[in-house]
């Protein structure tokens, strides 16, 4: 079964920083893309940052410039630093695993963490 174990969620002021981590297996970490998603209540799950088994990245408008995606390929863990955090980023974080192969399309989520940003 897999598994993507997160930490670093928590509460914090605006303007703050936060790091979250996602770990998982040496072998879905190292063909999967990994990324971040948030969901607020009453709002669908977005795509925060996505970053490749290469590691190139992708961003959200929303987050450009603030937040920063990494992977740790020793420690099978990509991480999400988060800084000049606003209210708006207020969500449940969900780290996300993703694989595309030969038609087959492989997700994995992570349980969830709360982030939330006090004005």
């Known amino acids: 079964q897999v598994q993507l174990a997160e930490s670093g969620g928590g509460l914090v002021q605006a303007g703050g920083s936060l790091r979250l981590s996602c770990t998982t297996s040496?072998?879905?970490?190292?063909?999967?893309?990994m990324g971040w998603y948030r969901q607020a209540p009453g709002k669908q799950r977005e795509l925060v940052a996505g970053i490749t088994t290469g590691g190139s990245t992708n961003y959200a408008d929303s987050v450009k410039g603030r937040f920063a995606i990494s992977r740790d390929n020793d420690k099978n863990t990509v991480y999400l630093q988060m800084n000049s955090l606003i209210p708006e980023d207020t969500a449940v974080y969900y780290c996300?695993?993703?694989?595309?192969?030969?038609?087959?399309?492989?997700?994995?989520w992570g349980q969830g963490t709360q982030v939330t940003v006090s004005s």
């Open positions: 040496r072998i879905i970490f190292n063909i999967f893309q």
């Open positions: 996300n695993a993703d694989r595309s192969s030969l038609g087959v399309k492989q997700t994995y």
